[in-house]
């Protein structure tokens, strides 16, 4: 059964920095693209970035682009996003999604149960 | 980006009927369209790839249909587990977007 466990969203102030942690299981990891979709309270899905099976491809979303910074860890199974910069408006559920195949372009077909990241001062 | 209008935003029905849903793209995107399902207190599960493909464990009552702008979604039959909110997904170009959903109610 594929698992993805999202870790480290909290409170922060605007201006800082946080880093998310997804840690996933029951599928093999390197064979597939994985991605970070946002959801703010009250508004629809919206995807931040995703990344290619070896790394090779990484994109962004405008609205994150500069600011966001998505790796992964082969060894660990585990996805990241470095988020700095940290705006009002990040404030979301960070949902940790697994693509269909190595590449970012294909469908989404397992999501984590998110971790919120609330932006405030 | 690709904005992706979904409609209605809210569909009523019964049981046993047909449902239609609507996604229209801002600009062509051949047929890379995707369509999610989302009940609440779940994460969204994949239904239609492709604008047309069923992905795995889907029933036949879900179909998509559609090309370059205008897509669309029919369940052919509502069954209980059915009523949710779906979303539509653009992957022909970037950013990927997604459209602001329909909610099927009962």
């Known amino acids: 059964e594929v698992q993805l466990v999202e870790s480290g969203g909290g409170l922060v102030q605007p201006g800082r920095s946080l880093r998310l942690s997804c840690a996933a299981s029951g599928f093999t990891f390197d064979d597939h693209a994985m991605h970070w979709v946002r959801q703010a309270p009250g508004k629809g899905l919206e995807w931040v970035s995703g990344?290619?099976?070896?790394?090779?491809?990484?994109v962004y979303g405008d609205s994150v682009k500069g600011r966001f910074t998505i790796s992964r860890d082969r060894a660990k199974n585990s996805v990241y996003l470095e988020m700095s910069g940290l705006r009002v408006e990040d404030t979301a559920l960070y949902y940790c999604?697994?693509?269909?195949?190595?590449?970012?372009?294909?469908?989404?077909?397992?999501w984590g149960q998110g971790t919120l990241v609330t932006v405030s001062s | 980006e690709v904005v992706l209008t979904q409609s209605p935003a809210t569909l009523s029905l019964s049981p046993g009927e047909r449902a239609t849903l609507s996604c229209r793209a801002s600009?062509?995107?051949?047929?890379?369209l995707v369509w999610y399902q989302r009940k609440p207190g779940q994460a969204p599960r994949l239904l239609i790839y492709d604008t047309s493909n069923r992905a795995t464990g889907i029933p036949a009552r879900f179909s998509g249909s559609g090309s370059g702008t205008d897509f669309t979604l029919t369940i052919s039959s509502l069954e209980p587990e059915d009523f949710a909110i779906y979303y539509c997904q653009q992957r022909g170009n970037w950013p990927l977007t997604f459209g602001g959903g329909t909610e099927v109610q009962i």
């Open positions: 990344i290619s099976w070896n790394s090779g491809s990484i």
């Open positions: 999604v697994k693509g269909t195949s190595y590449s970012c372009t294909h469908p989404f077909d397992s």
């Open positions: 600009q062509s995107i051949s047929n890379y």
